[in-house]
DNA sequence: AAGTGGTCTAGACCACTCC
DNA sequence: GAGTGGTCTAGACCACTTA
């Protein structure tokens, strides 16, 4: 067996990658069921059956019961994007963190907005917006409205000490949510607390999280000019 | 039990992820062993540590030997980005693929590209760029340089019947590779190709494959002004 | 040294889906 | 109906880490 590494499913699931990198099996073709590859393998059909899903989760091969395994005909490779709490991330990059807060409001949402968190217009919500900066330059630019009504004791936080990003992460945890990225040109507002120039490049992050049916948060985060979210595959 | 879905090990995931969401588990609070929660569960110890290992990798748990099972106190939550093959998103999207190669030229790569790849600045690189539309309005700007030493017969491909994107996928498997997400401004070049001004903030996606430690192609795809990517959390 | 998670086994039954 | 993957069990041993 080839990449032989640590327990005996990963040798198992490097040899079958093996195979497919090699087109000894190849795209749309069936390979031996669970049964056989035990037999071959010297092991029990669980221990085969967890290097496939594996594989199956990394979108090399499709599996279908009664129809069995078959490799890949158009490999959908994924990427995974953590998405730790800013603090670590600066941190991580071995810089200092910093953070302030530059606006704090209790207002309505937009219509637009509104009809997104599905929550009523006239219902007022809280909206932040503060900095991150790595070693005293700015790096994200944060919005968010928060729904204080799925956030109990949300508006006597103080988000001059803890940034809103840590606390709703230790305080509101989340059953699901949207997350998306993009790029936008820069704001004069942006710009200005980005220290770039307006209509500059941007990547953002847009994040969605609710619990159960209740919008918790939405947020835009914006990056400074020249970020890179980088990430194996 | 709260939410009972499919298969046993689910329902115990969601039992624990319950319990933590509600905080009856607090951040960085040790959780009952496995053994003890098969007892409560009435199930074999292998269900309650599937259920277990998917929370942990998911962000959720912290599981060590011998220290325990732990809530996580920083969820780093991970976003799966899918990357299929540019034909196959946009088919998704309901809109009609169409692609068109634009320049195909064997050259030697630019000191920093030869050295991104690890390879001789003196052995010519394929270089491609095609454009990718749906409904015939431009999508993606596809920039690529591939090394052929690594993709036998690459040289005779018809790039204009497949996308060098397409056939990668199916006749160049790779072991590794590298993942970046940016946003940029339009050059001139882009914007006559995406069809939009120069200066406008694009969506960059950015890609290195390699075959063991041979560098395969790298790739520069720039998405047309608006483009979102959107994923679950 | 001992506790806890990681993995493996042999066998079983079930669920889905193709024929 | 029958083949194949999905899951579960009871038990075992191992590997890592903390005490």
Redesign the pocket.
Known sequence: MSGTQ??????IRSEVERRIQTREWRPGER?P???ELAAEF??????V??A??DL?DAGLLN???????RVALHPVRKAMVDIPVVRLEVEASGARYGHALLSRKVRAPTPELAQALSVDPDQPLLHLVAIHSADNAPFILEDRWINPAAVAGIVDVDFDTVSANEWLVLNAPFTSGTFALTAAMASATEAAHLDCNAGDALFVAERTTWIGARPITTVRMSYRPGYRLETGI
């Open positions: 640590g327990q005996r499913w990963q040798a390979i069921d669970e049964v010297g092991c029990a059909r669980a221990t059956n967890r496939l899903q199956a599996r279908r019961r009664k129809a069995g395994t």
